[in-house]
Nanobody
């Protein structure tokens, strides 16, 4: 499977962006999908995840209430709607396909990664 993330850009603090992650190749609709992010000098961190059927979601405390993850199984696409953005949200955002049907916060539970899309939030 190949994952292509898009939608990043430069936005002012308080603004919104929507990221997309399109899957192609040997796609499977039975796996959880998640977004992670990584900024310079920091570890890659879990942001949000969604179960195989979209029935359950999980968020990092730092984004809870501001970000929403969703998926369109027909289009094989996962979205991350980001609102009330803060400068500390600045990072490369990567989508990943999980090993299991429900999302994990652990990087080793993900088998495929997209190339990432850069989000920059100015103050």
């Amino acid at each position: 499977v190949q994952l292509q993330a898009s939608g990043g850009g430069l936005v002012q603090a308080g603004g919104s962006l929507r990221l997309s992650c399109a899957a192609s190749g040997r796609t499977s609709s039975n796996n959880a999908m998640s977004w992670f992010r990584q900024s310079p000098g920091k570890e890659r961190e879990f942001v949000a995840g969604i179960s195989w059927n979209g029935g359950s979601t999980h968020y990092a405390d730092s984004v809870k209430g501001r970000f929403t993850i969703s998926r369109d199984r027909v289009k094989n696409t996962v979205y991350l709607q980001m609102g009330s953005l803060k400068p500390e949200d600045t990072a490369v955002y990567l989508c990943a396909r999980g090993l299991r049907s429900h999302p994990s916060t652990e990087r080793q539970e993900y088998t495929a990664w997209g190339q990432g899309t850069l989000v920059t939030v100015s103050s």
